[in-house]
């Protein structure tokens, strides 16, 4: 740990859709922190191979895995549970589990599909938090991190549906910040496209040309958004709450997508 790295030892984090991507990066980097990290997902393999990728980078990590899915209101009471065992409370929530089931012109969209997307992406993510704040988040405080899109702050055309979903989830941000303060802060990130398998579709004509749009003329990376991450839920930003901070390599200040 840097000198200039605000630690987390002590916390007790639970990160869910943990086993890839973003969600397996802000694991990795709280446990680099100091928190203890719990991860879920879907899959059991998978999850134990993230929990042995985050043991590889940090040795010392506390670290461990409940498979289920997010969907779920017992998936989502065994999580908190195991984080709550693991780490002796539940100081730290990060949403980061999101599907997008569909694309292209919502009058073509498949309803059933847009249920499962708003289920998935909002209704869960504040399950989650239900369970988290009945669990001692209410009284011993902590910091909650919804991963929302770039998507959820200007329409794209492409991804409307998975947009509208991370629109709901910031306006969901706010009104918790307002209800929850001040012992819980809640904040969300907006990433632009992040180099994963979840973005494979958006870069299908070509890393280069996708990132072109781009002000920093790249593409995220997992990492990007975990530091993002680590800031808020640490003691650094003790004051900001209600806040979407977006990590999009100036995309948006470009008044285009």
Not at 93 to 112: H, K
Not at 175 to 197: F, S, Y
Request: hydrophobic share 50%.
């Amino acid at each position: 740990m840097t000198a200039n790295t605000s630690s987390l030892s002590g916390k007790s984090a639970l990160i869910t859709g943990a086993s890839r991507g973003i969600g397996l990066a802000i694991a990795t980097e709280l446990a680099a922190r100091g928190a203890a990290v719990t991860l879920t997902g879907r899959k059991a393999d998978a999850l134990d191979e993230a929990a042995d990728a985050v043991r590889s980078a940090v040795p010392d990590a506390v670290v461990t895995t409940c498979a289920g899915n997010t969907g779920e209101a017992e998936h989502r009471a065994e999580a908190v549970a195991a984080a709550l065992a693991a780490g002796g409370g539940i100081d730290i929530l990060i949403n980061n589990t999101g599907i997008n089931p569909t694309y292209g012109a919502l009058m073509e969209a498949d309803l059933d599909a847009v249920r499962k997307l708003f289920d998935t992406n909002v209704v869960a993510a504040l399950g989650y938090i239900q369970e988290a704040y009945r669990a001692g988040m209410s009284t011993s405080g902590g910091a909650v991190i919804n991963v929302a899109s770039v998507a959820g702050l200007r329409s794209t055309g492409m991804i409307a549906a998975y947009g509208a979903s991370k629109a709901a989830l910031i306006r969901l941000t706010e009104e918790l910040a307002w209800q929850l303060g001040p012992e819980i802060r809640v904040n969300a990130v907006a990433p632009g496209i992040v180099k994963t398998k979840f973005a494979a579709a958006l870069v299908a004509a070509g890393e280069d040309q996708a990132a072109a749009v781009y002000p920093m003329k790249r593409l995220g990376t997992p990492k990007d958004i975990a530091s993002a991450v680590a800031f808020l839920v640490s003691d650094d930003a003790a004051w900001i709450t209600g806040e979407t901070l977006r990590v999009d390599g100036g995309l948006l200040a470009t008044g285009g997508m």
